[in-house]
Each structure stands twice: as C-alpha cells, then as structure tokens.
C-alpha cells in the first residue's frame, strides 16, 4: 500500500485534484474579510491560497504531496503572488502551528481545511486561530453518493459531525446536504 505522500502526488500526476478554481465556499465566507494571515492546510495545488493571497492575505500553504506543492508554486509564480510552501503532513503542521501559537505575533486570522479530513486534529485547530479567527472546513460525510457505490466511508464525516466537532468556537455559518458539510466557525 502506498504511503500517504506516495499516494498523492500519484493522484497529482494522473490530473486529479489540480482545480485552479477556488471553493466557492471560500470565495463566499471570505471576500468581505480583512486580510491578515492564512494557513491552508492540506492545500494541494494551491487554489485557494493563491486566490486568498491575490485578496491580499498572507498565506502558508501546506500539503503532503510533493507534486501538488510544486504545482501550486507554479501557480503563484504565473499569478504574481507569494505564498509560504511548507512539504508536511496535516500532523506536522499543527505540531508546529499549536506549539508556536502561544507565542505568535500574529497567529492565523484564517484556517482553511478543503476536501480532508483529519478528526483526529480538530482539537488542535481551534488553537491555531488569532481572537476572532476564522476556520473554514468542508468535507464529504457518509452520506455522498461517492459511498453508496461502494468506496469506503473511512474519509467522511458522520451526519451532524463536522457542526459538533469545534465546541470552543461560535459557529456562524454550517450546512450539511448532498453529503457535503460545510462549517465556518468564530474564535472568541
């Protein structure tokens, strides 16, 4: 089987996962924000941090995937932005995200999770989100027809969960239809 770096930057180089377009979900929840700092973690080929850094942010783009990252480099460079690439997995990410964020002058004002999920994290997010902070998440939840055709539920979210999963944070936005969740979510 292979790993996790493996296994996307296969999915990469087939043509998977490469939409320059960002979510509108994104575009909707965040075009009237002020920009400050923005982690995009698990960002593949960068669309929505270059469409954030094009806004005005500044953004940190992390991902596993060797082929997404470099594609999304490309794609800052051809639009004329700088983003920040960090090459790690979600776990690394928050490793160095929670244990600096104490300590951040600026700690993130947007945390955007797209198409990934990592209940194992949600604990960790929260902390990585400045008084007033954003996080952004949507995902697939068992209920996607992607599952009723025999893929493995292993990757989705139960019904309801992804609106329980961040109890410290004010909830200001959620839907759930079509086995899709969507969550924006406040820092106090």
């Not at 973690?41 to 990252?69: F, K």
């Not at 055709?149 to 309801?160: D, K, N, T, V």
Request: charged share 20%; net charge negative.
């Amino acid at each position: 089987m292979l790993d996790d770096r493996a296994r996307w930057n296969a999915k990469f180089l087939s043509g998977d996962a490469q939409s320059a377009e960002p979510d509108p979900f994104l575009i909707e929840t965040c075009s009237g924000l002020s920009p400050g700092r923005a982690l995009d973690l698990a960002g593949g080929a960068g669309r929505h941090a270059i469409w954030l850094a094009l806004s005005g942010w500044d953004v940190t783009l992390t991902d596993i995937s060797d082929e997404g990252l470099a594609i999304a480099s490309r794609r800052a460079t051809t639009a004329g932005v700088t983003i920040t690439i960090r090459r790690e997995s979600a776990a690394e990410t928050l490793a160095w995200g929670t244990a600096s964020a104490p300590r951040l002058t600026k700690p993130f004002e947007l945390v955007t999770v797209f198409w990934f999920l990592m209940r194992e994290h949600f604990a960790a997010l929260p902390v990585l989100l400045s008084p007033g902070g954003l996080l952004l998440y949507k995902t697939l939840t068992a209920e996607h027809p992607r599952f009723a055709i025999g893929e493995s539920p292993q990757f989705a979210l139960h019904r309801g969960e992804l609106q329980t999963a961040f109890p410290s944070l004010n909830t200001i936005l959620y839907r759930e239809a079509n086995g899709i969740a969507e969550l924006a979510a406040r820092a106090e």
